[in-house]
C-alpha cells in the first residue's frame, strides 16, 4: 500500500492508551509507517494489542488495504523518545494535565527535526499556552481526534496564535486524507466541540441530580429529539467520567460558573463510577 501523499510517511504517537491507539490505527490504515511511544514496556505491549485488534476489525469490515499483516508490518512500539527521530508528525495523546503534556511534548521536540510537526491530542487545554512551551510554536497546533476514532468523522484542527499557516492547510489535508472532516477552531477554552458538549452534559447531569428524568430518558431526548447519535450521558460514560470531570474544572476556572461541575458528577467520580472503563456510571456496563 503506497503512502496517501497528503499525510506524513512517518507519523508518531505519544501514549498508546484507547485515544493513542485510535489516532495510530487511523495513519496506520491509510499507509504511513507509525511508532508509538509509550512509558514501559507493558504499556507498549497494550498498545501493540489494542492497535492490533484495531487492524483486525478493519478487516472484518472490508475498510482494510492489503492484510493485516502487511499492515501491521508497518507498527512499532517503543520506550525511547528517540524513535520519532525520523517522523515528520507526532501525536501526544497523553492525560488531560497541562504540566503533564508540556513535559512530553517539549521531551517529543527534543527529539524532532526542525521539519517535523508535533500536535496535541488535548479537547480542552490551551494550545497556545502549550505552544508557549516549545521552542517551534510555529510547527504546532491541536489535533482533537475523537473517541472511539475508527468510527468519528471529525477531528478537530486547534490553531494556536503562533501556528504557521503551512502547518494549518496540512492538517485540513491529512484530516481529508484519513476519510475525517476538519473543523479549524482557533484556540479558546474547550475549543468549539468541547465547550458545547460539555455543557449539554453538565446540564443533563444536574437533571438526574434533580429527579427531572432518568438518565435513560434525557439521553433518549437527545438521541430521538436532536437526532444525537449518542445521549450526553452515555457519551460521559464513554469519555470518562474523571475525564469529564477534569474539563469542567477547567472550563469552570476560564469561563465561569456555568461549567461548575454538578454534585453527582463528583461524587460519582470519588466512587470510582467512571463510566465504560469501570463498568458504571450512568448506565451498567457489566454485562
Not at 32 to 58: F, Y
Not at 116 to 123: D, R
Not at 160 to 181: C, M, V
Request: hydrophobic share 45%; proline share 5%; glycine share 10%.
Amino acid at each position: 500500500m503506497t503512502t496517501s501523499p497528503e499525510i506524513p510517511h512517518v507519523v508518531g504517537v505519544l501514549g498508546g492508551g484507547r485515544m493513542g491507539a485510535g489516532i495510530a490505527h487511523a495513519f496506520l490504515t491509510k499507509g504511513a509507517t507509525v511508532i508509538v511511544v509509550e512509558r514501559d514496556h507493558e504499556a507498549a505491549a497494550g498498545a501493540q494489542s489494542r492497535v492490533a485488534d484495531a487492524v483486525a476489525k478493519s478487516a472484518e469490515r472490508g475498510t482494510l488495504t492489503g492484510t493485516p499483516e502487511e499492515t501491521m508490518a508497518r507498527f512499532s512500539t517503543s520506550t525511547d523518545y528517540s524513535s520519532f527521530i525520523h517522523c515528520g508528525l507526532v501525536v501526544e495523546a497523553v492525560p488531560e494535565d497541562f504540566q503533564l503534556k508540556v513535559n512530553a511534548l517539549k521531551a517529543v521536540e527534543d527529539h524532532l527535526s526542525a521539519e517535523a510537526f508535533l500536535a496535541s491530542n488535548t479537547s480542552s487545554l490551551s494550545v497556545t499556552e502549550l505552544a508557549g512551551e516549545l521552542r517551534r510554536p510555529a510547527n504546532f497546533l491541536g489535533l482533537h481526534f475523537f473517541n472511539p476514532v475508527p468510527a468519528s468523522t471529525l477531528i478537530e484542527v486547534v490553531l494556536a496564535k503562533e501556528t504557521s499557516p503551512g502547518l494549518a492547510a496540512a492538517a485540513k489535508s491529512w484530516t481529508e486524507a484519513l476519510g475525517k472532516t476538519a473543523v479549524v477552531v482557533n484556540d479558546a477554552p474547550g475549543f468549539a466541540s468541547s465547550r458545547l458538549g460539555v455543557a449539554i452534559a453538565l446540564e443533563a447531569m444536574r437533571m438526574v441530580e434533580e429527579g427531572v428524568a432518568s438518565a435513560e430518558d434525557i439521553d433518549a431526548a437527545m438521541v430521538l429529539g436532536y437526532k444525537h447519535p449518542t445521549g450526553p450521558l452515555k457519551t460521559t460514560d464513554i469519555v470518562g467520567l474523571d475525564v469529564r470531570l477534569g474539563i469542567a474544572e477547567y472550563l469552570h476556572s476560564t469561563l465561569g460558573d456555568r461549567f461548575a461541575p454538578p454534585r453527582i458528577l463528583r461524587e460519582k467520580v470519588a466512587r470510582g463510577e467512571l463510566g465504560r472503563k469501570t463498568g458504571k456510571g450512568f448506565f451498567d456496563w457489566k454485562d
